[in-house]
């Protein structure tokens, strides 16, 4: 009781959780990734490509697709249009709806879970292939993990009488919370799914609390059993202290075997209670939550019907843009767009609308019919950009297609912003802003996959606040941009984004934490146990420290038991420097860097060796220096060697000879050239990787 109500106090934040635009940033997916079961690339057995929902570029057609996924087809692809659903929804008053999600850590069986509703419920037919349906992005499927919630509306009899249900799965990474927030907002329930073998983690406290600030009904699932390593019971004493929930109603289930999930759906409808009851007479009011772009149908947007009715045929309009819509379709996703013609008052579904880019669906906009205005709902902050990153064409004429398919990509992701930039060391590119450093990875693989780009990736960097003395206040999110000489005198202040970073651990590797934390600039505010051998701890903790490798540190000197989710904390002051990199005294600005000046010694140190190790030896030595202002702080000397590719060629073989310098010159196209210094793409990609 007393640790749920000291978790509830420092979780006071939860309502203000609600928008969660804060908690999306930064972690390395190389380590995510090491820990999560990861699914096998590509393989046969699993479909290559997902529905066309997603991308214009998916290779596979949507028959195969849906061969693959073996789904019953819901649209007719000559027409483009979605089949109609021959179940009438004026049948299902708010009483026999539930809406709800699934909330848990990452890789705690969420997508499983659906899966095996679907199946249950027959939304799906049962196969060994249908594994994570709604994870439909092929990033997703290659790496196990959910980055765009799905909806879909289930049939489920109970007691005699069918009931609709909406399931919205939500995606367990922190980078993607806002998804998490956004889908809840649609709900009355949650199904809280804990894996029996691993406990409560960070992101399950953080999803808890998400849940719980928004009031919905928490039903606890013990998820996992058929483990060798699940004691549930254990699990379940540990969700009973941390949020006094009691343990003789948390179900225990295999997503995986389908072992206890038939109990779930009848849970569902015993414990959520149903949306409220609107007003079917009354004018239209619906919330519009998510969307995305089909290739077929243009943006589908998901709503909430609050009040009235949403029907075909429809005149509605923006509460955000005052524009009007025409409602040309709408329906329900089962999984995939079913049309009914009309949504009432406490349903899910999706309608379209006509709008040409996902920009114009603002995400928690109200909806009401013409000449019906109503006031409208509490929308959601958009989601910030928290980490920014340049991105570059490998060669320089590649810029068109890059920015083709940049253009083409943030269609659908309307979190990530972009804007054109040039670097002196690599060319024309782009300063895309991420919610975190997953959801930029995520970013990257889809160019490479879906657009066969070949970028060049600059380090991570959040943005920074410089007020000057005149009063302007300037948002840095690209080093280059940071004051330095002359500029300095003009600089009032320099602030730097913080977080509140919740870490849930082993006691056994606390004092490793701890001393990670403080060497980060952390500050420590809270030291919880949760049972008798795990820990919470609380740090408040500079952003600019974690976006790095934080979390790769956590995960090894925890053994990958330390599980953290953070929040925004505001701005701080911040003793900041720019880093500038020289070769021969000549600045590489992409690889220049904002540090805290404690640290820039350090860091300094570490680039020049780096550097070192990673540049080709040329004809002539190179100087490799780090500089604050004019004041060097560190410097290495690679003395000069010429590579002779010819040099085993002895004797009179010159075809032989004339294709390694042919090789050789190859090699020399892909080289970036800074003053009179050449830097090969791997070197860049070396120094790119923290
Ligand atoms: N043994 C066992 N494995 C399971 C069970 N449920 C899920 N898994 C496995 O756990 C891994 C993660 O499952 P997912 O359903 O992708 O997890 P998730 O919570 O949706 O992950 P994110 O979408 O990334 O948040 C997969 O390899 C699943 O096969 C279960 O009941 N038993």
Redesign the pocket.
Known sequence: MATARRLAASHLSAQSAVNRPWSLFARPASVWLSR??P?PKATSCRPKSTTARHFQSQAATPATVFNALHLAPTRNYSTGRAEELDINLADFPPERIRNFSII?H????????ADRLLEITGTIRKDRTNK?VL?KLKVERER???VKAQTVSMFHTYKGEQYLLNLIDT???VDFSYEVSRSLSACQGALL?VDASQGIQAQTVANFYLAFGQDLEIVPIL?????PAADPDRIARQIETAFELPTDNILK?????GLGCDAILDRVIEAIPPPTKGDTTTPLRALLFDSWYDTYLGVICLFSVLDGRLKKGDKVLSCHSDRKYDVLDVGIMHPEQRSTGVLFPGQVGYAILGMKSTSEAHIGDTFYLLGNKVEALPGFQPAKPMVFSGVFPVSADEFPKLNDSISKLAINDASVTVAKETSSSLGQGFRLGFLGTLHMDVFRQRLEQEYEANVICTAPTVPFKVTYKDGTVHHIRNPAEFPEGPMLTKVDNVEEPTINATILTPDVYLGPILELCNSRRGQETELTYIDDTRVMIKYILPMTEVVTDFYDRLKSISSGFASFDYEEAGYVDADLVKLNVLLNSKPVDALASIQHRSSAEMTARQTVAKLKDVLDRQLYEIVIQCAVGGKIMARETLAAMRKNVTAKCYGGDVTRKLKLLEKQKKGKARMKMVGNVEISQEAFLTMMKK
């Open positions: 999560c079961n699914l848990a990452i890789d705690h069986g969420k997508s499983t879970l994570q994870d196990g993990i959910t995606p367990g990474h799914l998820n996992k059993v058929d483990l289930i295999s997503a995986k075997t």
